[in-house]
């Protein structure tokens, strides 16, 4: 039988669900739907990425989610010997790269997106997030770039839901 997919989110899954389409007062189904599927090992994040949520402002919604409703074991930690191995063979790689930017390189080296990556590679993880791909970019390095490099499969939130199966019916009736 096939090993199910696990999912591993991109801060701006998390950040654009948020400030648009999954608010938290639109569709918390979303945010349980989350959850759930984590219970299921079915999703996760990184460490990395939770320090990035949580360098909003205190009284946000993401914040306080992060705090008060995510499971302890949501968020992986990514100081392994394997992962610290994977993140060293990707930043030699962007640093060595002639086609970016010192800027761009400089950035990536400060973002979790090189994490993700590194943690996929060991984990066999699928990196989900909303950027897409640019082979030709120069300004930035771009996480399913940096994906398509090291043969880690990407997906966007939409893919993620619809494999997962996950739908939102309406609870309540419609104000009129």
Not at 58 to 70: A, F, M, R, S
Not at 75 to 81: D, Y
Not at 139 to 166: G, I, Y
Request: glycine share 4%; with cysteine.
């Amino acid at each position: 039988m096939k090993k199910p997919v696990v999912y591993l989110l991109d801060s701006d899954v998390f950040i654009a669900a948020k400030n648009a389409y999954y608010a938290f007062d639109i569709c918390p189904g979303f945010w349980e739907s989350l959850v759930q599927a984590h219970q299921h090992d079915r999703v996760r994040s990184i460490d990395r990425i939770k320090a990035e949520l949580l360098a909003g402002q205190p009284k946000e919604d993401l914040v306080v989610w992060v705090k008060e409703t995510v499971p302890a074991g949501f968020f992986h930690g990514t100081q392994s010997t394997a992962v610290l191995d994977a993140f060293a063979e990707i930043a030699l790689w962007v640093q060595r790269s002639t086609q970016y930017l010192d800027r761009a390189k400089a950035k990536f080296a400060t973002e979790a997106d090189g994490w993700l990556v590194a943690y996929s590679m060991v984990h066999g993880t699928t990196v989900v997030t909303n950027e897409q791909p640019r082979p030709d970019s120069r300004n930035r390095v771009l996480l399913p770039d940096v994906c398509a490099q090291f043969e880690v499969p990407t997906k966007d939130p939409f893919a993620m839901l619809r494999s997962l199966v996950v739908r939102f019916d309406l609870s309540r009736k419609v104000a009129t």
